[in-house]
RNA sequence: GGAGGCGUCGCCUAGUCCGGUCUAUGGCGCCGCACUGCUAAUGCGGUUUGGGCUUUACCGUCCAUCGAGGGUUCAAAUCCCUCCGCCUCCGCCA
């Protein structure tokens, strides 16, 4: 959520920001009118709660005609006390409700538009030139049937469309592509983590995905729990409620989970192949720190994802999203996306973002220092989301034969080997 | 799944049976000041969090906050109900 302080100031700007991401404008004013509503009636409240307790004190003392006179006068006070509570009180749910609706504030250098209306902001790498090697790429499920690496139609069969097994050389990529991930992150000083996947209802609200992007998530409605989409979700809610000393900042957590995905409204798009899949495994960085170093984090998760797309000598493109693609948490966002050759294009694989204040001041998480006590900023990135990954590493590496190289990062992961080659029986 | 115990403002803790200056006790830690060759010790003061008002700083003041939410009452840390968490035991189980 946003600061209701900056929104009395300077509402027009909180306007500006809804307008800018395609949402409703007309949340700012009945938020301003609910928050005046909310103190006025507070004010109240107080007052009456202030004569109660003063009355309450004579009560004791009192003897006879006298407190029989004070018990009359208290039980008025008592229930005008308690109308204006209940006044105040639902003053404070609807200014609340509304707040949570509003977006984060967007960034000023975030590109105005919709999803079409992304920047690119630099290029690494060059794809390859299949035609002038003399062969045609294989696309990833090929290639992964081939080597016994991939199996969407057992998947199919066990659990429904887009589930898979990776299998063999396939689940060796994927402990491979886990453990040189987590190796990098921990050598840039980040904390390992494993996560709850299945959470409460406030981790996953705090995060903020119970709003636009609610449909795509799994609820599990006899425990009221949600199956994370991301391990973002229990590592931003694993510090909620507390005030962290400044001193300690930033907190810098590399999370594994699972993440599940519904992909509602999705029907008919990357149906081949464990592009677009319900569940899926992912190392994501996490960070908590001061407001006034969130920008400058971002750019350090940006330059970690690069650094780990780069080991993989993957060629990928970053881009800015524009404000109308960020979700209601991020006031800016930047992807990676890597070269899929069968494609002709560049696909998402990571993916940062800087929710400034927005999800600690939903999940109550606090700084402490010498000015007192505030809400913090909170970041994340991808660093590797491990079926895009092997997608990406199976369509680019490839050769002629089917066999597929293996970049030098993940080889001391992988037993030393350098190169996967096709099985001599498939595993059909 | 069953039975029981516990949850107090950083940590520990008094208070809960029997409702009323509880405006929450004391210790530790921490901050400030004083004293002191230095350090230590000692003394004094301060030290939950949130909201409102005061000009959105300072100062001041009021209200809320004893795991959370509801209820009883003129009045709730204290009595009742529901929930959450932790612990112990029994059962089941990877």
């Known amino acids: 959520m946003i600061d209701l302080r900056l929104l009395r100031e300077d509402p027009d700007r909180v306007r500006a920001s809804q307008r800018a991401r395609g949402e409703d404008v007309g949340l700012v004013d009945a938020l301003l009118s609910a928050d005046e509503r909310r103190r006025s009636s507070g004010t109240r409240f107080d007052e009456l709660r202030a004569e109660q307790k003063q009355l309450g004190r004579l009560i004791p003392k009192a003897q006879g005609e006298e407190k029989t006179s004070l018990l009359a006068r208290a039980k008025e006070l008592a229930d005008a006390v308690k109308a204006a509570d209940t006044e105040q009180q639902q003053a404070a749910e609807e200014a609340q409700e509304l707040l949570l609706r509003l977006g984060n504030i967007v ?109 795509d998530v799994y609820y599990l409605e006899k425990d009221d729990l949600y199956l994370v989409g ?87 493109q970053v881009i800015e999203l524009a404000s109308g693609d960020l979700g209601a948490s991020a006031s800016r966002k930047f992807d990676c996306e890597a070269w899929v050759p069968t494609q002709g294009k560049y696909r998402e694989l990571t993916s940062t973002s800087n929710t400034t204040q927005f999800q600690a001041r939903r999940l109550n998480i606090r700084q402490r220092d010498e000015q007192g006590t505030r809400p913090l900023a909170t970041l994340n990135g991808t660093l590797c989301a491990v079926t895009r990954t092997i997608v990406a590493l199976l369509e680019n590496h490839q050769l002629p034969d089917g066999s597929v190289r293996v970049p030098e990062v993940l080889r001391p992961f992988l037993g030393g080997r350098d190169l996967l080659e096709p099985t001599a029986a498939p595993a059909k």
């Open 107 to 215: 960034h000023p250098d975030a590109p105005v538009g919709g999803e079409e209306d992304f920047v690119v902001l630099e290029q690494i790498g060059t794809p390859r030139d299949f035609a002038a090697e003399g062969f045609t790429p294989r696309d990833h499920l090929e290639l992964g049937e081939l080597l016994g690496a991939i199996d969407t139609d057992r998947g199919a069969k066990v659990s429904g469309s887009r589930f898979y097994y990776l299998t063999g050389v396939g689940a060796l990529l994927e402990l491979a592509l886990v453990n040189a991930a987590i190796a990098q992150a921990t050598a840039a000083g980040f904390t390992p983590v494993l996560t709850p996947n299945l959470v409460r209802p406030a981790a996953m609200a705090g995060t903020g995905y119970l709003g636009q992007v609610e449909d």
């Open 230 to 316: 991301t391990s973002e979700v229990p590592l931003a809610a694993y510090h909620m409620d507390e005030i962290i000393d400044a001193s300690r900042l930033p907190l810098r957590y590399a999370g594994f989970s699972a993440c599940y995905r519904r992909e509602a409204g999705s029907y008919g798009k990357d149906t081949r192949g464990i592009f677009r899949v319900h569940q899926f495994d992912k190392v994501e960085m996490f960070v908590y720190t001061a407001p006034e170093e969130a920008e400058a984090e971002h750019q350090r998760l940006l330059a970690w994802e690069k650094q780990w797309l780069s080991s993989l000598e993957l060629p990928f």
